[in-house]
């Protein structure tokens, strides 16, 4: 496939990242606190679907187990804010019809040499140290909405608190050392623009517990 489509793939996928937190931070903004919005979760999905897809297109690991590890807490999430049963049946079939034809097409459907996945192939460019950058990065990116589910598990909310925002800034910021030497315009023009909301956010969320 040529690399255009990839890339385009990848951006479609990161605009809509980015819908969803421009949407989170213009209600934040307008309430002067925190929230979180259905849409947030919504568009979660559809892009965690396309960023898997460019994952995979792109033969990077992190980027795959990344999505894959926070796919459900998006489902659950909706469900705490019980909205996941009255979503329409198309977006729960994709939903819930993606991950079962992307193992299906993993075990079944494709031939593929799982080894790239972790080796990278030499013509990239990507050493071991990379490939590490990229996974931790993506962990504590993905650790951050862990957290997230953990905290609104406790609270029977869906809620993004301001630790949520912490561990977005710092995990942002790790991927960002990894796009820049994966020359991945994708991850770092996303996770740039992202960091300056996460900035915002996190100010947003230590006025609000000063004041309140």
Known sequence: MQDWIIYSIGFVAQILFASRIIIQWFKSEKANKLKTPVIFWKLSLLAAILFFFYGYLRRDFSI???????????????????????????????????????????????????????????????????????????????????YQWIYSEQKQKSSLPLGFWILSLVGSAIVLVYAIYREDPVLLASHFGGSIIYIRNVYIGLRSSASS
């Not at 075990?107 to 460019?125: M, R, V």
Request: aromatic share 22%.
């Open 64 to 146: 795959m187990l990344g999505q894959a590890i926070i796919y459900f807490v998006f489902i659950r999430n909706l469900a705490l804010q019980k909205q996941w049963k009255p979503s329409s049946f198309i977006f729960k079939f994709i939903v819930i019809g993606f991950p079962i034809f992307a193992i299906w097409y993993g075990i079944f459907g494709a031939d593929i040499n799982y080894n790239l996945l972790f080796s990278q192939q030499e013509d990239q460019g990507i050493g071991t140290w990379l490939l590490i950058t990229g996974i931790v990065g993506q962990l504590v990116y993905v650790f951050r909405f862990i």
